[in-house]
């Protein structure tokens, strides 16, 4: 069983809806992390929180909208995506944003913007 | 700025048999982390192995080991023994003390297929 869980696995929306994605860390880490992958391309950090402090937004749309209300649990809010927003939404975990500390990620949420 | 290239696309291997998965990267910072990682069809990312900048021992994890040479500024990993169940995405990545250790920099993987 992994340390990070994201639901839902798979989700399919229009562009006008609304949805969110969860994650899950049952490791005790300080750290939670969104990263986009697209094919053919390095995953893409999003977003950084620490104790529950966003600490690093790299220049995501606002379509994109994180929220985490405690150490264990982190969620992306969505809405008025476009198609390009259609990727794979990985979600990490580390003790603390350290150099040294390895992340550790879920199973990831296969997006597709129709 | 922070860069990692993995040069090679596709890597086939014989079962059984070792492969290097090569890995350079760019940073003008001192102290800094690298790390690789496999990704299974199923699209979770698995932490494999970990190397610290002032680490003088290349690190080693069971069948993982690192190959770091500072100096070529590369860290290429070594999986030996292969086995069927280590055809995946293998993704090297890095973080940097000065540039914010939030960032985690990703290359764009290596899809190795071991071969029975």
């Known amino acids: 069983e992994t340390g990070v869980t994201q639901t839902p696995r798979h989700l399919v929306m229009g562009m006008t809806n609304k949805k969110s994605l969860k994650c899950e860390q049952h490791l005790g880490h300080n750290a939670m992390y969104w990263y986009k992958q697209s094919a053919k391309k390095p995953l893409e950090l999003m977003f950084v929180y620490s104790l529950e402090e966003r600490v690093e937004n790299n220049s995501v749309p606002s379509r994109f909208s994180p929220e985490c209300p405690n150490s264990s649990h982190l969620f992306l809010h969505l809405h008025t995506l476009q198609p390009e927003d259609s990727a794979l939404y990985l979600c990490?975990?580390?003790?603390?944003?350290?150099?040294?500390?390895?992340?550790?990620f879920g199973d990831g949420t296969r997006l597709s913007i129709l | 700025a922070q860069k990692i290239t993995q040069t090679q696309p596709g890597m086939f291997v014989q079962e059984k048999e070792a492969v290097t998965l090569d890995c350079t990267y760019d940073t003008s910072d001192q102290s800094y982390g690298l790390f690789w990682y496999k990704q299974p069809s199923s699209g979770e990312m698995i932490f494999l192995i970990y190397?610290?900048?002032?680490?003088?021992q290349n690190a080693t994890e069971g069948r993982y080991s690192l190959n770091f040479q500072k100096a070529r500024k590369s860290a290429n990993l070594v999986i030996s023994a292969s086995q069927l169940g280590d055809s995946a995405m293998y993704f090297c990545a890095m973080r940097a003390y000065q540039t914010g250790a939030n960032n985690l920099f990703f290359g764009t993987g290596t899809r190795l297929t071991v071969i029975p």
């Open positions: 190397q610290g900048s002032y680490d003088e």
């Open positions: 990490a975990s580390s003790q603390d944003p350290g150099v040294n500390q390895p992340q550790h």
